[in-house]
């Protein structure tokens, strides 16, 4: 399974680092995402083959953004629509965590892609 540093947006990049720092994000908040990230990453991980995940991995170790790491891999048009799933309702739980201030930040960081 690959790793649960996957704080990013599909069209863009952001390392969970650069979200905790541009966030403020208090412990708890940062434990809470954590959370949802990695429960997140297993059920992406769940829908793809093992040699996608083995990009996946590879990606991470030569740290490319998760977007361009999921465009390197050819998905079918059933996983992107169940990776893109999971990809929105980690988006709610995280945004959820928020203070009001800090998801007017988020937005503007990471807007919704239409």
Do not use: C, H
């Not at 690959?2 to 704080?7: E, H, I, Q």
């Amino acid at each position: 399974m690959f790793a649960p540093r996957v704080w990013s947006r599909v069209k863009g990049t952001f390392t969970p680092e650069t979200l905790v720092q541009k966030l403020n994000l208090t412990a708890d908040q940062k434990q809470k995402a954590y959370k949802i990230f990695v429960d997140s990453n297993k059920k992406i991980a769940q829908y793809l083959t093992p040699e996608q995940r083995q990009k996946v991995e590879a990606g991470f170790k030569a740290k490319q953004g998760f977007g361009a790491i999921l465009k390197s891999l050819n998905l079918t048009a059933d996983q992107q629509k169940k990776i893109g799933a999971v990809l929105v309702e980690r988006r709610k739980l995280f945004v959820a965590i928020l203070t009001p201030e800090q998801k007017k930040k988020f937005e503007v960081l990471s807007p919704v892609k239409k």
